[in-house]
């Protein structure tokens, strides 16, 4: 079965400090990933998605995610975080074959200045 | 272009009460999809269409959850004869299709009481 992990729950950092985010997911065959943000009291935004090819993905805001397919892994970076960035990161595989996204539990993020 | 529009945005239920949630998707996507993200949780997928066609309803909790899409745009769940395990925020998503990212509205957060 697909299962998506996000082993940090929470994740405090400085004001532009870097970041990693962590993901490791578990899947039969290549799957399509995603990275999504959401702020308080908001839906989920897109920052950004692994299809095929180019195994580093760049995205909004700033953020980029590498897929390494050896260690089942899609872990979000940022070099220099922003007050702003303070929210709950998920991460999400997509089956080809359906089209469910299967989310893991989520990061929350603080920023501190 | 105007996103996924949701509503109500909130809702407070008796147990036991019906409840009927909308889902407006970006117009042209084929296809759409309903999500129940409990506090502190990630996402779970509940049911998909496309078009009006419900293709998965595999998520679905029981059988007093019931989706549908008559004319292939608007969706409503229904969750009838409400219990206090169904509180959470209920996400609709869509995109053009398969291969395509999924776009979220910004859920309804439904309060059993």
């Known amino acids: 079965a697909q299962s998506v992990t996000q082993p940090d729950i929470h994740i405090t950092v400085s004001e532009g400090a870097s970041l990693e985010l962590r993901c490791n997911y578990s899947?039969?065959?290549?799957?399509?990933l995603f990275w999504y943000v959401q702020s308080p009291g908001q839906g989920l935004q897109l920052l950004l998605k692994y299809f095929s090819g180019d195994t580093l993905v760049q995205g909004i805001k700033g953020f980029e995610a590498e897929f390494k397919r050896s260690q089942s892994s899609f872990n979000l970076r940022k070099p220099s975080v922003h007050w702003s960035d303070a929210a709950e990161y998920f991460c999400?595989?997509?089956?080809?074959?359906?089209?469910?996204?299967?989310f893991g539990t989520g990061t929350r993020l603080q920023v501190f200045p | 272009g105007a996103g996924v529009s949701q509503s109500p945005r909130y809702k407070v239920a008796k147990r036991g009460q019906d409840v009927a949630l909308r889902c407006d998707p970006i117009s042209g996507h084929v296809s759409l999809f309903w999500y129940q993200q409990a506090l502190g949780q990630g996402p779970e997928f509940l049911t998909y269409?496309?078009?009006?066609?419900?293709?998965?309803k595999s998520g679905l909790p029981s059988d007093r959850f019931f989706a549908e899409r008559p004319e292939g745009s608007v969706s409503t769940l229904k969750i009838q004869r409400t219990q206090q395990e169904d509180s959470a925020v209920y996400l609709c998503a869509s995109s053009f299709g398969r291969d395509y990212e999924q776009y979220f509205g910004p859920g309804t957060r439904l309060t059993v009481t």
């Open positions: 269409f496309q078009n009006e066609a419900q293709l998965d």
């Open positions: 899947y039969g065959a290549t799957p399509y």
């Open positions: 999400a595989v997509g089956a080809r074959n359906t089209d469910k996204l299967i």
